[in-house]
């Protein structure tokens, strides 16, 4: 398609991310990824009314015989469960899904971690497509093959690795993302940046305005860059056993709180951006970084609106508790992803409880 820039993902298991305006109204690319006849699409409340139906006409056009049919789950961090997810499971086994059918995720994080945990599970694993319509979603958890479900102890405690067959990445979508959402994504947008490429951040600097304005060119821009970066390290480390670790700057923090609240207070992205800051102070606190590149994050993190301190009436001893509890924990004690300063991140094992607590 004209105007759809494109980003490969390879490894064992390659695909194309397509960037742009009507990625996802192309009935024959979209087709060209069901292998069989049945297509289970999921969606959300908020979503659906809006995209679901144009997906499938879609389809439909570019293949008559293709049976599609749509889940529309509630929206929201509560709905990713493992009752959810059995829901879904029943409703593939009464749709009669084959080994061919293909799983569509048309929605934000939520709706594609669910679904695509729902495609790695049903008859061992089924393909799964990717539809992201928030740019927390386009930049980050469509891809990569990251699949889970939350349980109340913590997030995405139960998942698979499933890559998808496609991700195609409708910025259209965008225009019908609340404000609130948008800069949740660019919470994402900023991780970038600010463990691989000071270059990048130096740019989004520069370019807070046009983004926040829905720019297209800024933002198809803002979102095949971050692409480029998490298929560069998920390719070479497609299970999180070494570099895939640095796309977590920020998150063990964000995690514990968004545990804490009960998925009810800050959404992802910006409990991601709480998390960076944190991480980033903590880095100084440790004497691997200068606090002056803290500031200079939680600066720019400031002006795309975004929370930069940790939400009142949390205890900071049970937010530790929730980070020991975290994927992400080693045996050893607590392991985060720190940097030496812009576009420098490593990971950091054994980190000291009352340094955590110190910078919470």
Not at 2 to 29: E, K, L, T
Not at 94 to 103: E, H, L, P, Q
Request: negative net charge; proline residues 3%; hydrophobic residues 50%.
């Amino acid at each position: 398609m004209s105007g759809i820039r494109y980003v490969d993902v390879g490894g064992a298991q390659p695909y194309r991310i397509a960037i742009g305006d009507g990625a996802s109204c192309d009935g024959a690319a979209l087709a060209a990824h069901v292998r069989g006849r049945h297509v289970f699409l999921v969606s959300d409340a908020h979503v659906a009314p809006l995209y679901a139906r144009q997906v499938v006409d879609a389809l439909q056009r570019a293949r008559p015989e293709i049976k599609c049919i749509v889940s529309c789950i509630p929206a929201g961090e509560s709905a990713k469960t493992l009752e959810r997810f059995g829901e879904l499971v029943r409703e593939l086994a009464d749709f009669g899904a084959t080994r061919d059918a293909c799983v569509i995720a048309l929605g934000g994080g939520v709706v594609g971690d669910l679904t695509g945990f729902v495609a790695a599970c049903w008859m061992r694993g089924v393909d799964c497509v990717q539809l992201p319509t928030t740019l927390l979603a386009m930049v980050d958890s469509s891809v990569g093959g990251k699949t889970a479900v939350d349980m109340p102890q913590g997030k995405n405690l139960v998942g698979a690795f499933h890559p998808p067959r496609a991700v195609f990445a409708d910025t259209a979508t965008l225009h019908t993302l609340p404000d609130r959402e948008l800069r949740a994504g660019l919470a994402e947008v900023v991780k970038y940046g600010a463990i691989r490429d000071a270059a990048f951040l130096d740019w989004l600097d520069a370019h807070v305005d046009a983004l926040l304005a829905r720019d297209a060119d800024a933002l198809a821009h803002a979102i095949a860059r971050s692409c480029e970066h998490k298929a560069e390290i998920t390719q070479r480390d497609p299970f999180e056993k070494g570099e895939r670790a640095l796309l977590n700057f920020g998150h063990t923090f964000a995690h514990a709180i968004e545990s804490e609240q009960g998925y009810g207070g800050l959404n992802h992205g910006e409990a991601v951006a709480v998390g960076m800051v944190r991480a980033a102070r903590l880095s100084a606190r440790l004497g691997m970084a200068d606090d002056a590149d803290a500031t200079r994050l939680e600066s720019l993190l400031a002006r795309f609106g975004l929370p930069v301190a940790v939400p009142g009436g949390l205890s900071a001893d049970a937010l530790v508790a929730r980070m020991r509890l975290d994927k992400k924990a080693a045996a050893g004690g607590l392991r985060f992803i720190l940097w030496r300063g812009i576009g420098a991140a490593e990971v950091v094992s054994d980190v000291d409880g009352a340094a955590v607590i110190s910078v919470l």
